[in-house]
């Protein structure tokens, strides 16, 4: 076997954050750099990327989203101008050395708000203006001092913003939402996972954010991760960078703001969600390469065998099929090497089936077998991608639910945490009882507000007076 | 007139340079951002960008290539182990601020080559890794000190990179113009410019290239601009990074890698080329909104008109038309405004239109003016398209050629680029020859050598010599 391409020494159920690591590195996702903190994204994680950003762009498109591009670095006093936002980000943000001709220092961008919204102070003059609607895929870089986990955890990573501006609260708030349920569908139906929508908790909202909501992904060992966000900003920010239109009635008003974003983190969830013990498992929605063509070659009747792969190849031409014709490696050794690559199907044709007429398909995620009438390839072929994209996000689903239990006391809480689940409680809006779960429940924090909320509130499990909301707790990426 | 979108108020032959800033604010394509030297790509210059993106990543990915993601930042000793490199880049790199953890000084990416073969070095172990073909689509920060000029000159611009490795010299050679060539091709079929293929000098190469391969572009104002670069690395990185490879016959050898770019520059360069004294002229295959739709609209009849236009409109499609119904707005505001912003056809529809069953087509590039039978619209439009992107390339073919001039001494040479054209002439290949030039004269420089030399090379214009070659000479930005 080549290096960089050996088989998993871990099992996902006995040391999981090698196990992801090793799926990461050997299915060529991705690698770490020399730089520290910072991360190579391969071509295998890559085109992950590009099938994210395809599908989201088509969307965003749809919804009169226009896509621009706007300075990486930062003057100071931008940063400065929302406190809130400079209070949450400044921990975090690497400056670049002055030149002579610098006037303040620069940050390089850990998210662009204030950037942008320095540029929309000027191109804003009156509704005619509104809504605005606008996007940017690009590289932050936020300075993290934990340990670097590929994908989770880097300093630099790869996401889009949409920033928004809108005449109304109702229209903003509105579109706010409509950007979430967007994430959420890419993450259910291309990425395949199953996702908790809702609203974040003051002291879990954006910096600067009048309310932040989330979509958020449970993971194998329990711990939430944090698919994609979209914030309400309500008029601060306009206030701070001094954004005004002039409004129908003559009057001029401070325009509500919305921002929203996912990042290449998903690709890290995606990976940890689905994979296995023999390695990645890719959704058929999310991937290049559908499938996988391995001809099974004996001296004997070699070149017919070749021919006919070659022919199947062109024919399933719309699955991107890789054909894995390497002499130099036996076919056992692929089965395994595309395997870890997380192909969804591999086809195996050997001197027998082109006799016989017929194709052998495996599939990646349950391994089953199924042989196939060459003249059903293109139908058998849709169908089983398809049921492969369906049984993993149904999965996801099932885990999900099945993880999610309701603590009615802090004990119940503490239990459930232990378990490595995550909880559903009542709670009150002070920070002091979220601080409190912090502090007695291993870390575990308030991941998001469901958006239906029950009927009848019960008790803050914490204070017990009346609560705000059943809130989701858990710990998380 | 809604500020930003304001008629020129100078002409493209009186006040280029200012015409140009102009043309690129007032059609919006871009904006000067509050950041010394770095600027905005605002939606109708990004999807300029976007469209540049598609066809040359559909190019190369046929070709064999696949996109990835190296950091941004770059450990200064990686700069230091190519010396050539090392001194060309030094001038214009931004540092970060040493952080604590941090063991030696971050560059932000001027370029990537080094960060990149670093990863080589380790990814690469035998021939059967070989060839090695990745792109990657990015923004790199060059600290110019030269005045800003939007799109020409910014201290961050986009671009993509590519970075190959071969086993041998004449694959890689062989490849390198190839990507020269798809460079061409997005110039002449996409941007609708003429283009100048050719090899630099040695003086005018890549910092620690072995061959530079270019696309030049001759402006209105007879000054070049480098369109994009195919650089032959030889093995000269491979050796300072210590990539290697063991080959079929079991030794280790150094293999042989290029690189090649192209910018957002190009979009200043179409901006200058096709623009005219009513600001921006796009052509049609790279251009998101291929047609506007005006209806004229009288009290009478406006519904019946409304009705039409929005007929038309589905109809037109594949076109991506934008209607422009704004009934703030007159029908002339809107055609200056839609001439300003470079689409290419514009439809007026009014009352009388709708009865006589036929739509009135205007070219931007032309001005002429068509009556077509509505029913007769698809093809009508289909072939006006194509006329307009064949004879925008023609025009510019035509105005390189009449401008590229035959110099046989220094007096014709510099009275060539004293008219503002471009000078052929015979030239050795010391430095010192072309020192010679640029002091004499009034600061030209050799653009590149043409692929196809003459079969009897004359003698050197500065030192009298026998020449080296046949080479362009001009001013450039």
New interface residues.
Partial sequence: M???TKGLTVKKSEDFSEWYTQVIQKAELA?Y????G??????N???I??NIQKNFDKAIKRLGV??????????ES?FKKESEHAEGFSPEV????K?K???ER?A?RPTSET?IY??YS??I??W??LPLR?NQW??V?R?E?KTTRLFLRTR?F?WQEGHCVYESEEECEKETLIYLNEYKKICEKILGIYVLEGKKTKSEKFAGAKNTYSVEAIMPDGKALQMATSHNLGQGFAKSFNIKFIDKDEKEKYPWQNSWGISTRTIGAMTMVHGDDKGLVLPPNLCENKIVIIPILFKKDKEKVLNKVKKIKSKLNRFNPILDDRE?YSSGWKFHEWELKGIPIRIEIGPNDVAKKQIILIRRDTHEKVIVKENDILSKISEMLEDIQKKLFEKSRKFTLDNTIEANNMNELKKTIKDGKIALAFLCNSEKCEEHIKDQASGAKTLNIPLDQPKKLEKCIVCGSQSSYIVRIGKSY
Avoid at 33 to 36: A, C, G, N
Avoid at 38 to 43: A, S
Avoid at 66 to 75: G, S, V
């Fill in positions: 080549k290096e960089g690698d750099s020399d730089v520290k910072f991360m190579v994204i391969k071509p994680g890559y085109s990327w590009e226009r896509n621009a591009y706007f300075p990486l670095l930062i003057p931008f690497a400056w670049i050395q030149n001709d610098d006037s620069l390089i950037i320095d540029s000027k191109w003059r009156s005619r203006d606008i690009c590289n870089v300075w001092t630099e790869l130099e």
